[in-house]
Antibody, heavy 119, light 111 residues
Framework: QVQLVQSGAEVKKPGASVRLSCKAS????????VNWVRQAPGQGLEWMGM????????RYPRMIQGRVTITRDTSTSTVYMELSNLRSEDAAVYYC????????????WGQGTLVTVSS | QSVLTQPPSVSGAPGQRVTISCDGS?????????VHWYHQVPGTAPKLLMY???YRPSGVPDRFSGSKSGTSASLAITGLQAEDEGDYFC???????????FGGGTKLSVL
């Protein structure tokens, strides 16, 4: 069955960087986009960007572009998201989710990774 | 501030019908992009509930339906059940932002 398994919780200081992983299984990982979505405590969902695991092409929202980098390792079917220069407002649960299209729906989600930013 | 606007909360008694609205603009819903809906139980990941405006993934009961008109979409739930409680989010694509956008979420309470 389709699974997206994410790495464990992280605690980082302001100004640091964090790198999260999302390992896909149960489907052809190069055939679908992998997106990152975050949810701050008690808040809504925010799209953080996506990657086409086949060609490695990425897209990021303008508001966070420059601080976020999404990469992939096709040999392990793993997608990574690195967020730099962390601020308190980056504290959130980060989810990876797969989609068939750039403008498509997210049909499977990872379990989420909690990122805490604290000095 | 979310790009798509949803009411913060809705409620209904078991068996009743409720609707959740999702208001967008000419650069997302109004541009013809599909609207998708997710249900999230606190502490868990969102789960796809409706895609392509009004298509239900396998396993989602037909008590759930979606519609879209102009720059708005809505999710209707009939025959409310206790298990329907949670947060509901709408999602679309925004051509100005070149990415996916979400609503702020609506908390459904079954009284």
């Amino acid at each position: 069955q389709v699974q997206l398994v994410q790495s464990g919780a992280e605690v980082k200081k302001p100004g640091a960087s964090v790198r999260l992983s999302c390992k896909a299984s149960g489907y052809t990982s190069t055939s679908y986009y992998v997106n990152w979505v975050r949810q701050a405590p008690g808040q809504g969902l925010e799209w953080m960007g996506m990657i086409n695991p086949s060609g490695g092409i990425t897209r990021y929202p303008r508001m966070i572009q420059g601080r976020v980098t999404i990469t992939r390792d096709t040999s392990t079917s793993t997608v990574y998201m690195e967020l730099s220069n962390l601020r308190s407002e980056d504290a959130a649960v980060y989810y990876c989710a797969k989609s068939q299209m750039i403008s498509g729906y997210f049909d499977f989600w990872g379990q989420g990774t909690l990122v805490t930013v604290s000095s | 501030q979310s790009v798509l606007t949803q009411p913060p909360s809705v409620s209904g008694a078991p068996g009743q019908r409720v609707t959740i609205s999702c208001d967008g603009s000419s650069s997302n819903i109004g541009a013809g992009y599909d609207v998708h809906w997710y249900h999230q139980v606190p502490g868990t990941a969102p789960k796809l509930l409706m895609y392509g405006d009004n298509y239900r993934p396998s396993g989602v009961p037909d008590r759930f339906s979606g519609s879209k008109s102009g720059t708005s979409a809505s999710l209707a739930i009939t025959g409310l059940q206790a298990e329907d409680e949670g947060d509901y989010f709408c999602q679309s694509y925004d051509t100005s932002l070149s990415g996916s956008v979400f609503g702020g979420g609506t908390k459904l309470s079954v009284l």
